[in-house]
Antibody
């Protein structure tokens, strides 16, 4: 059974950095498109970034130039390096699997909370 | 960027009744639309893709319809476990992938 488990969230000051991890089991990260979606407290879902199976990366304008999505095939893990963090980046960050390269997300992790505050 | 607008924001329904949720796109997304369900403290769950195809293990009381700019998610007879927030997502024109603001289905 496919499973995704995020980690790495926490409290960080504005301007700081954090790296989120998403450990996958039951399937191979590198064979799938993988994405990060965030949810600010009490708000809706916002797409953040996606990495395709061939390694191409895509970002929302709000995080472009500050966040980097990557993966470690040997660890079957997805990452999100978050730099120059702002208060508006405060959210639960979910990783998710695109089941067929169609940008439809069939497996999601529970999420990890990132709080940006001084 | 394609803006997805969901209505109503909150829908109060009694168990056993039908619920109809709407999602409108700012421009045509063809049938490239998905619906997700999210319960408090849980991850989103894929319900519908390609506007009307049910995902694996999704009960038959959930159905999706529409194309272009107007879409509907119908829950034919609400069960207790269906009270949640529902989001639509377009994947026709990206980046960015965009979600609607959500419709909360609550017990009347």
């Amino acid at each position: 059974e496919a499973q995704l488990v995020e980690s790495g969230g926490g409290l960080v000051q504005p301007g700081g950095s954090l790296r989120l991890s998403c450990a996958a089991s039951g399937f191979t990260v590198s064979s799938n498109y993988m994405t990060w979606v965030r949810q600010a407290p009490g708000k809706g879902l916002e797409w953040v970034s996606l990495i395709s199976s061939d390694g191409s990366t895509y970002y929302a304008d709000s995080v472009k130039g500050r966040f980097i999505i990557s993966r470690d095939n040997s660890k079957n893990t997805l990452y999100l390096q978050m730099n120059s963090l702002r208060a508006e980046d405060t959210a639960v960050y979910h990783c998710a699997r695109d089941w067929n390269g169609d940008y439809i997300f069939d497996q999601w992790g529970q999420g990890t909370l990132v709080t940006v505050s001084s | 960027e394609i803006v997805m607008t969901q209505s109503p924001a909150t829908l109060s329904v009694s168990p056993g009744e039908r619920a109809t949720l709407s999602c409108r796109a700012s421009q045509s997304v063809s049938s490239n639309l998905a619906w997700y369900q999210q319960k408090p403290g849980q991850a989103p769950r894929l319900l519908i893709y390609a506007a009307s195809a049910r995902a694996t293990d999704v009960p038959g009381r959930f159905s999706g319809s529409g194309s272009g700019t107007e879409f509907t998610l119908t829950i034919s007879s609400l069960q207790s476990e269906d009270f949640a927030v529902y989001y639509c997502q377009q994947y026709n024109n990206w980046p960015p992938l965009t979600f609607g603001g959500g419709t909360k289905v609550e017990i009347k």
